[in-house]
């Protein structure tokens, strides 16, 4: 095999094994040192690949329906406004760091017609792994400076629909529901660690 076609196909077999871990992961199914794994992947797409993908390919956000932990019912079809979903949770290495710079993004677009949302997609069930009431959740986004409102996609139905595999994931919606941008991660050491994400709003102001 060519030296080259050999690295693609060791890069895909990677990337897969990556996926099963992370799905695992997000379930509650991994123990002992496959958790840490799945934890170590986490982190890595965090900060590795904080990558922007364009739409295709991933689902669309207009028939979404969310409850927030304030108990209120968000459906995105009735937003006609561009929607920023940053979908992570408590336990997600990088969620103290991407709170606070949501929320610094979210105020930059105040009063443009930008609603922004942190979803957790931490369980409701409790005595589950990875359970947080809405009371956790609201004071943990509190915690970290995050004032908009918290939405809940415990049996991750959003997550799966948007076709979303790692954390913290951002989608952009424009006014139709439409998926403009999945945002992939967050680099905290990035002078503007939402800088596709803004670019994409941006285009969707116009």
Do not use: C
Not at 94 to 102: F, H, N, Q, R, T
Request: glycine residues 10%; positive net charge; proline residues 4%.
């Amino acid at each position: 095999m060519h030296l080259r076609s050999m690295h693609s196909f060791l890069r895909s077999v990677l990337a897969e094994r990556k996926r099963k871990t992370m799905r695992r992961f997000f379930n509650g199914k991994l123990t002992g040192r496959r958790r840490a794994e799945g934890r170590l992947i986490t982190a890595g797409l965090g900060i590795a690949l904080a990558v922007a993908v364009a739409a295709p390919g991933f689902g669309q956000g207009s028939q979404l329906s969310f409850k927030s932990v304030t108990g209120q019912t968000v459906n995105i079809a009735d937003e006609k406004k561009v929607v920023v979903l940053s979908f992570s949770a408590t336990w997600a290495p990088l969620a103290s760091k991407e709170l606070p710079a949501l929320q610094k993004f979210a105020e930059t677009y105040s009063g443009r017609g930008v609603s922004v949302y942190w979803v957790s997609i931490n369980t409701g069930k409790q005595g589950a792994r990875n359970f947080a009431s809405d009371a956790d959740l609201g004071a943990f986004a509190s915690r970290y400076g995050f004032k908009l409102p918290v939405l809940r996609d415990p049996d991750h139905a959003a997550y799966k629909s948007l076709n979303l595999s790692a954390l913290p994931s951002i989608v952009v919606l424009d006014r139709t529901g439409r998926v403009a941008l999945n945002h992939v991660g967050f680099d905290p050491d990035q002078a503007e660690p939402l800088g596709d994400v803004a670019k994409a709003v941006d285009g969707l102001l116009k």
